[in-house]
């Protein structure tokens, strides 16, 4: 009995981080499909290409969040377009 008492806030701490971190792994999908949407919408295949490159997801995740929240950074429309 008491041993099963002290598992249960290891096991809610261990379900709290998974929860979070398929969160976030979703949250960075969404990210990362914006991205492609908008490389389709400002009509650059190379950001388009970039997006698709597993490793840039690192980077092309947190800005398009930060552009579905905010708005394309001017860095990318520079590059991109």
């Known amino acids: 009995m008491e041993d099963t008492v002290v598992r249960i806030p290891d096991r809610f701490v261990r379900s709290t981080k998974a929860d979070l971190l ?40 947190p800005v398009g969040l930060w552009a579905f929240v905010f708005d394309v950074p001017k860095w990318v429309l520079n590059t991109f377009t």
Do not use: D, R
């Open 22 to 61: 398929f969160g976030a792994l979703k949250l960075m999908l969404l990210a990362n499909m914006h991205w492609l949407w908008l490389s389709l919408k400002l009509g650059s295949l190379s950001m388009f290409v970039v997006g698709l490159i597993p490793v840039s997801w690192i980077v092309t995740g």
